[in-house]
């Protein structure tokens, strides 16, 4: 009888638990080696519409980071999307932000958005979003 009880219990305490959203992480790539820790999503519908790859960062010698992110439509339909990247100093300090970016991806083709810091940084977050300004509407 106290199981049941205690089962109840937990489940009203695990309930309450969902104040703080996680950030939505993408599917990795089945191509891809690791999972991206710097690439961030606004909702499970781009998750499941999309696979992403580890990034590729080099740095120039003005220390500007040249970030590559692999990404794909993974549905049978283009998909237009929205990116922007934020850039760190070494005390993850924002130092620089891009403005969102229009980015259309071929219906299960492998494609890429690129994008530079415009000062010297340490470190990124690349976000990626579907338009605000249209409504997406799955198949």
Known sequence: MKRPLLFIAMLAAWGCNHEIQQPIQPRQDVAGSQGPA???LDGTEIRNDT????PV????PALLLHV????RSVINRNLHVEYRAI???RDHQEVD???WKDKELAANLPDRIEITST???DNFEVHFRYPPSTEYHPD
């Open 119 to 121: 000062v010297p940084a």
């Open 87 to 89: 850039f760190f100093n």
């Open 38 to 40: 710097q690439i961030f």
């Open 57 to 60: 960062v080099t740095r120039d």
């Open 68 to 71: 590559t992110v692999p990404i």
């Open 51 to 54: 696979a992403v790859s580890q």
């Open 97 to 99: 932000r891009s403005p």
